[in-house]
């Protein structure tokens, strides 16, 4: 089955503690995403990535960084959580295109720092 | 820049109803424009897109959309509400700038009286 998986699903934490929500997906897509969601907001991007080893920055960057060594997997790691990192996060991936390809998008983690 | 307004934040009907969702964009080129839904505590799921050609796109699950440039608008409509249409909907315009990216709405809340 055609998937994004994310872990954990669901993660409570302490400011400062380091955290990683991995994300894998099995359709050897080039692009990944990660977005977080916030009521109110909508959805805005981290970070993106094109292909391995390509990265580069979204709309709300801050307090996160990416890594893309293998094509399946975009994990997102938070160096130094602080509560206004607190929120549901998503990792999507989708085929390369001119902003015309579906995004499939992987179930979501709820993060909670405390 | 690109953006995406959803002017209702959350809409009730009844059962059997008929709905739409009104979603308005802002974007310098042709718009690729996308709906997704997400039930509680699920991930994103697409409903149906816009490229080009007909104005009039169906989905799944018995939704359309209609683009109107225009309006700027692609407003989502469904001529009768199941139960199981309780959800949050989203629209979204992609964009090209060099990688697959989306921008959201901040997205309208649904609930279904029975």
């Known amino acids: 089955e055609a998937q994004v998986t994310q872990n954990p699903r669901y993660l409570i934490t302490v400011t400062g503690k380091k955290l990683t929500v991995t994300c894998s997906q099995n359709?050897?897509?080039?692009?990944m995403s990660w977005y977080r969601q916030d009521p109110g907001l909508g959805l805005r991007q981290i970070y993106y990535?094109?292909?391995?080893?390509?990265?580069d920055k979204g709309d709300v960057p801050e307090g996160y960084k990416v890594s893309r060594k293998e094509k399946r997997n975009f994990p997102l790691i938070l160096e130094s959580p602080s509560p206004n990192q607190t929120s549901l996060y998503f990792c999507?991936?989708?085929?390369?295109?001119?902003?015309?390809?579906?995004?499939?998008f992987g179930p979501g983690t709820r993060l909670t720092v405390l | 820049a690109q953006s995406v307004t959803q002017p209702d934040i959350h809409i009730t009907v009844s059962e059997g109803a008929s709905l739409e969702l009104r979603c308005n964009y802002s974007?310098?080129?042709?718009?690729?424009l996308f709906w997704y839904v997400q039930s509680p505590g699920q991930g994103l799921q697409l409903l149906l897109k816009?490229?080009?050609?007909?104005?009039l796109v169906q989905g799944i699950k018995g939704f359309e959309a209609e683009f109107k440039r225009s309006q700027s608008s692609f407003n989502l409509r469904k001529p009768s509400v199941h139960w199981s249409d309780a959800a949050e909907y989203f629209c979204?315009?992609?964009?090209?700038?060099?990688?697959?990216?989306?921008?959201f709405g901040t997205g309208t809340r649904l609930t279904v009286i029975p």
């Open positions: 974007y310098g080129a042709t718009p690729y």
């Open positions: 979204a315009v992609g964009a090209w700038t060099g990688a697959n990216n989306l921008f």
């Open positions: 816009y490229f080009s050609g007909d104005t």
């Open positions: 999507a991936s989708s085929s390369p295109g001119q902003g015309a390809n579906e995004q499939f």
């Open positions: 359709m050897n897509h080039e692009y």
């Open positions: 990535s094109m292909n391995v080893e390509v990265t």
